[in-house]
């Protein structure tokens, strides 16, 4: 079963708009929770990440926020560019000595010029 | 630094043959995994290991796929036989195995055709 679900699966957004990608998870031994971006023909590459005990971390553009008690966790890209326009994935790390991720199914992101 | 390297990066080849895929991994890192994307399953993990030594196989779709990490620099995820749902791009990612959090880095993939 999916352990990190993502929505929307695609996402339009006007440049110098907002793009929110929400993800959700079930286990509550997860303890790190990154995000990645990929463009075609390459690998996933880290964008940002965030540990249960914070609330909010941003990083330029990119804001991760985080609700513990609700287990969600969402990305906001702000002054969204068409240099933007990727697929991006949430993650979920299995917990205390783990260091595999469970990845949701992806979001497409197109920024319109 | 060089990243993670992954050989070939496209694949095709006939139903029934031996494919092989290599990984480098980043020198220093001592975790690595091997997952396989697709469109309708995403990214899956499908093997990792820590210090060469297989942790978590149960990603492993069937007995046709195997993986090894004879020494910390190189790993192979090999199919046998191929079959046409076997098709996908499959990734390489390798990490510092600690508590802290330490991002996986991926490789660019090897696209897999299996006709």
């Known amino acids: 079963q999916q352990q990190v679900k993502q929505s929307p699966q695609s996402l339009i957004v006007q440049k110098g708009g907002i793009s929110i990608i929400n993800c959700a998870y079930e286990?509550?031994?997860?303890?790190?929770f990154p995000w990645y971006q990929q463009f075609p023909g390459k690998g996933p590459a880290l964008l940002i990440a965030?540990?249960?005990?914070?609330s909010e971390k941003k990083e330029g553009r990119f804001t991760i926020s985080f609700n513990k008690s609700a287990k969600q966790f969402s990305l906001h890209i702000m002054d969204s560019q068409p240099g933007d326009s990727a697929t991006y994935f949430c993650?979920?790390?299995?917990?205390?000595?783990?260091?595999?991720?469970?990845f949701g199914t992806g979001t497409r992101l197109t920024v319109i010029p | 630094d060089a990243g993670v390297i992954q050989s070939p990066r496209h694949e095709v080849t006939e139903m029934g043959q031996e494919v092989t895929l290599r990984c480098k991994p980043i020198?220093?890192?001592?975790?690595l995994f091997w997952y396989r994307q697709t469109m309708m399953r995403g990214l899956e993990l499908l093997i990792y290991?820590?210090?060469?030594?297989?942790?978590?196989d149960s990603g492993m779709p069937e007995d046709r796929f195997s993986a090894k990490m004879p020494n910390a620099s190189f790993s192979t995820l090999k199919i046998q036989p191929s079959e046409p749902r076997d098709s996908a791009v499959y990734f390489c990612?390798?990490?510092?195995?600690?508590?802290?959090?330490?991002?996986?880095?991926f490789g660019d993939g090897t696209r897999l055709s299996i006709l």
């Open positions: 990612a390798s990490s510092l195995w600690e508590a802290s959090n330490q991002p996986q880095h």
């Open positions: 286990n509550t031994a997860f303890d790190y």
């Open positions: 965030i540990r249960p005990d914070v």
């Open positions: 993650a979920a790390r299995g917990g205390t000595g783990a260091n595999n991720l469970f």
């Open positions: 020198s220093g890192h001592n975790s």
């Open positions: 290991f820590n210090n060469n030594v297989p942790i978590d």
